[in-house]
């Protein structure tokens, strides 16, 4: 989908625009501190592919043709809906995932972003990223998305060898991947993470290590190593259900991640989540929301979001599904502001069992005094705990633990039972 030359420049124009004004804003006016009840992350998804991978089940679509304004209007309008419905007053973080959007126009990101601006505030250093595939993301593209607001790429290289990623049903080759991955570098230096996968069918250690070594190479300050599932509904399930692909091998892919992980700290890297490591700080502030159970807002067909409607006086965590197929989407929102679909309050239970099934995959763990576990009176899932003066990601940057520094005001009755120790987490120290 690409832009005349001349519309491209002029809403290009405007974006660099709305972004220099909002950083003198930003100069003029000190911002205030915004407790975390009223933060927020927002997730925008984009549900189109020039093809479906073979092994993934997301909630995507290959369409003949995409009437992009119509999905522009559809999104900038759920956007303010949920917005106004959350009552948050800042997103500390946007996100761009899908599907591939890639795909879309960058007016369509700057359009997306310029509503939030309107609607909340929205910092200028606001972590803005955007998943990309090789195939859709020239580096004259990649541009346009840094003028329309994005400043953080997730490129979806997923392996260096030509023959796994024919087998994953990627449409870019090795060469192609490290080429995007370069242009990325260039145009974000410090802010490009990249997916790495591992256990597929027939896969060894030595070649797989080989590729991660050549990927650390040239790599930016991010990597993320996934393994394979075999998910009902894919061609690569199909596949191995019926003997023409051999079942990945377990052992084989519990070694490539100790020894990627090794490789990987041996480079500098971290591991700050199980499937997650940086270096030089350069963490996900938009997953680690997630992770420590933050209030995040989804919007586009089949996004996904967890805030407590302050702005309709709710006081309850809610769990909210937006409709799965597009058009029905669009219609609903047309219609109704939003297209939520399913909208589940959330116990005290659910809320710790998050709070353990999130935190533990973190290298901060579940600590007593400094991990929120259990539900206070508006978004986060955790105990009640004094507010910290820094983010958590800030101070995580740091290559020493994350000091247990905020006071619990709260304690439920079977904290004693669940948080025995001073930190749990699944990760090794």
Request: aromatic content about 6%; some cysteine.
């Amino acid at each position: 989908m690409k832009l005349p030359r001349a519309q491209a420049s002029a809403w290009a124009a405007a974006a660099k625009m709305a972004q220099r004004l909002r950083r003198a804003e930003c100069a003029e006016v000190s911002p205030s501190p915004v407790n975390w009840s009223q933060r927020a992350a927002l997730y925008v998804h984009w549900p189109y592919c020039e093809k479906r991978c073979s092994y993934c089940n997301f909630n995507k679509y290959i369409p003949r043709g995409v009437e992009e304004a119509a999905v522009r209007r559809c999104l900038v309008t759920e956007a303010q809906t949920l917005l106004g419905l959350s009552g948050v007053q800042r997103v500390e973080s946007v996100f761009f995932g899908g599907g591939t959007p890639s795909l879309a126009s960058p007016h369509t990101v700057a359009a997306v972003l310029e509503a939030v601006a309107q609607a909340t505030d929205l910092p200028a250093d606001t972590e803005v990223t955007l998943e990309a595939n090789p195939t859709s993301a020239p580096a004259s593209k990649l541009a346009a998305f840094g003028a329309a607001g994005v400043n953080r790429l997730s490129i979806g290289l997923q392996s260096l060898d030509d023959t796994e990623l024919q087998l994953l049903g990627r449409t870019h080759s090795a060469s192609e991947g490290l080429r995007t991955l370069a242009e990325a570098r260039r145009l974000f230096p410090g802010r490009v993470s990249v997916d790495l996968m591992l256990g597929l069918p027939a896969q060894r250690v030595g070649p797989w290590l080989r590729q991660l070594e050549e990927l650390l190479r040239c790599c930016d300050d991010h990597i993320s190593l996934y393994q394979l599932s075999l998910e009902r509904g894919t061609a690569l399930f199909t596949q191995v259900q019926q003997g023409a692909l051999p079942a990945p091998d377990p052992e084989l892919a519990a070694e490539m991640f100790l020894e990627g992980r090794t490789a990987l700290r041996e480079a500098g890297f971290r591991q700050y989540e199980v499937s997650n490591f940086t270096r030089n700080g350069a963490l996900s502030t938009h997953n680690w929301t997630y992770w420590q159970c933050g209030q995040y807002i989804g919007i586009g067909p089949g996004a996904h979001g967890r805030f407590v409607p302050q702005g309709a006086g709710g006081h309850v965590r809610e769990a909210r599904i937006q409709t799965l197929e597009p058009d029905n989407w669009m219609k609903e929102v047309m219609q109704c502001g939003h297209g939520t679909w399913k909208c589940i309050p959330l116990g005290k239970l659910e809320l710790l069992e998050e709070v353990l099934a999130m935190g533990l995959r973190t290298d901060v763990g579940i600590t007593h005094q400094g991990s929120p576990v259990f539900v206070g009176r508006y978004g986060r899932a955790g105990l009640s705990v004094a507010d910290p003066s820094t983010s958590t990601p800030r101070c995580l940057a740091s290559e020493n633990p994350l000091p247990c520094a905020r006071r619990v005001t709260a304690v439920p009755a079977f904290q004693d039972t669940v948080l025995g120790s001073p930190v749990i987490s699944c990760l090794p120290s």
